[in-house]
C-alpha cells in the first residue's frame, strides 16, 4: 500500500495527511486564525507540510506560497497545483509510487532569481525516532543553539559548522523527550531517512545545478516563547540556509536563461539509509 496524501488547496497548498496504512506521519495542531491570512501575515503554524519559498526565515515569514490559495490545473490525475506570487509561478504535480510518493516542481520566474524552498515537514514521531543523514556531512547550526554548545557562539555569524550527526559536539539524530530548547540545522545533500519503531520514511529532493539540503527543526517545547510545544521537521530543501537573505553566492537556488527550476521530491515508506 502505497502513502495516502491529501493537499488543501485553498490554504496554502498545505500537505495535511501522510498516511500508510494506520499511520498518520505529519503533525497537526487546530489554528483557526490559518483561515483568514493574507499574503505578508506572521506565520499560522498548522502543522503539515508547507510550501515554503522564496525563503523559510525572515520576510515574507515561512515564504510567499503558504498564505495564498492554490489552484488545480486541467481534470486529470497527473494535473498540476499551482500558486502565483509576485515574482514567481510554482506548479507541483503528486503522483503515487510503488512505496510512496512524488512530486514534481517547477517555478517560472525572470532569470537570476534567486529563491529557497523547503518541503516543511512535521513529523508526528516519537521520542524514540531517530534521523538519518550521511554521516560527516557539513552540517550549519543556527544561533538558537548558541546556548548548547560548550563555546560561544562566532561574533555576528549567522551560522556554524559542523559535521553530522554531531555538529561542534551537540548531536541532532536523535529527538528525544521535551526539554524546552529548539534548534534548527541544515544537512547538506538532498536525502534522509527516518526510523520510528518499526515504521520507515524516507525523503529525497533532487534538482540539477542547484544547491540541495535536508533543513532540521527540533523544537523540544522550546518555542514559540511564552506557549512553547512540540514539533518536529524533517524537510528536503533547495538552498542551505533558512533565510534567503544570509544566503551566500551558493547557498540558495537561481532560476536559469530558461526561467524556470525543475526539482523532484521523493517519500517513501521503505528505508533509503544514507
Known amino acids: 500500500m502505497p502513502l495516502d496524501v ?13 498516511r500508510h496504512g494506520g499511520r498518520e506521519w505529519l503533525w497537526r495542531r487546530e489554528s483557526t486564525e490559518r483561515d483568514g491570512v493574507a499574503p505578508g501575515d506572521a506565520f499560522v503554524d498548522a502543522g503539515g507540510l508547507e510550501e515554503c519559498v522564496p525563503t523559510v526565515r525572515g520576510t515574507p515569514d515561512h515564504g510567499d506560497a503558504w498564505s495564498r490559495a492554490w489552484t488545480r490545473e486541467g481534470d486529470g490525475e497527473s494535473d498540476g497545483e499551482s500558486v502565483r506570487c509576485d515574482d514567481f509561478t510554482l506548479t507541483r504535480t503528486l503522483r503515487t509510487t510503488s512505496d510512496g510518493v512524488e512530486a514534481a516542481y517547477v517555478l517560472t520566474a525572470e532569470p537570476g532569481f534567486r529563491f529557497l524552498w523547503a518541503a516543511h515537514a512535521l513529523l508526528d514521531l516519537s521520542e524514540e525516532a531517530l534521523l538519518k543523514a550521511p554521516e560527516g556531512a557539513p552540517t550549519r547550526l543556527f544561533p538558537e543553539a548558541a546556548p548548547l554548545l560548550g563555546h560561544p557562539w562566532p561574533d555576528g555569524a549567522p551560522w556554524a559548522e559542523g559535521v553530522w550527526p554531531a555538529p561542534l559536539g551537540l548531536r541532532l539524530d536523535r529527538f528525544g523527550p521535551d526539554d524546552g530548547t529548539a534548534v534548527g ?12 519503531g518499526d515504521d520507515r520514511l ?27 510545544y512540540r514539533s518536529t521537521g524533517v524537510e528536503p530543501m533547495l538552498g542551505r540556509v533558512f533565510d534567503l537573505a544570509e544566503a551566500g553566492p551558493d547557498d540558495a537556488a537561481r532560476v536559469p536563461a530558461s526561467g524556470e527550476v525543475r526539482w523532484r521530491l521523493t517519500v517513501s515508506i521503505h528505508c533509503h539509509c544514507p
Open 185 to 196: 540545522a541544515v544537512v547538506a545533500g538532498g536525502r534522509c531517512c527516518v526510523h520510528d
Open 6 to 18: 491529501v493537499t488543501d488547496l485553498l490554504h496554502g497548498g498545505r500537505w495535511t495527511s501522510l
Open 202 to 228: 524516507a525523503l529525497a529532493v533532487a534538482a540539477e545545478g542547484q544547491p540541495l539540503s535536508v533543513a532540521l527543526w527540533r523544537n523540544l517545547g522550546g518555542f514559540p516563547a511564552g506557549r512553547p
